[in-house]
């Protein structure tokens, strides 16, 4: 099992950042993918970003490439979702989310996570 911890989401206001952890404990962090998704309210689960277990790869959504940076300290068991220019779109609770890394690729698809956080809400005003 992994436990998947978030922080930092809070209210912001359009074009401020915000820097979301996930902190990670159970088995060995380095040996999973990391990705951050997210969830609005009537609408479905998204994929944000994804970082490989060894954090030499990256994925970003279009609509985020450019705006935020997604990394990891395997040293800590945590990954980082760095988020600039934020815009009232990206208001959504945000989920970080785990899958076995080694040895296969880096899922985009949230069905092929197998471990989640709670989720921290970011709300963003205009």
């Known amino acids: 099992q992994v436990q998947l911890v978030e922080s930092g989401g809070g209210l912001v206001q359009a074009g401020g950042s915000l820097r979301l952890s996930c902190a990670a404990s159970g088995r060995t962090f380095s040996n999973y993918a990391m990705g951050w998704f997210r969830q609005a309210p009537g609408k479905e689960r998204e994929f944000v970003a994804a970082?490989?277990?060894?954090?030499?790869?990256?994925y970003y959504a279009d609509s985020v490439k450019g705006r935020f940076t997604i990394s990891r300290d395997n040293a800590k068991n945590t990954v980082y979702l760095q988020m600039n220019s934020l815009k009232p779109e990206d208001t959504a609770v945000y989920y970080c989310a785990a899958h076995w890394g080694r040895g296969r690729g880096v899922s985009l698809r949230w069905r092929d996570y197998d471990y989640w956080g709670q989720g921290t809400q970011v709300t963003v005003s205009s």
């Open positions: 970082i490989s277990w060894s954090g030499d790869s990256t």
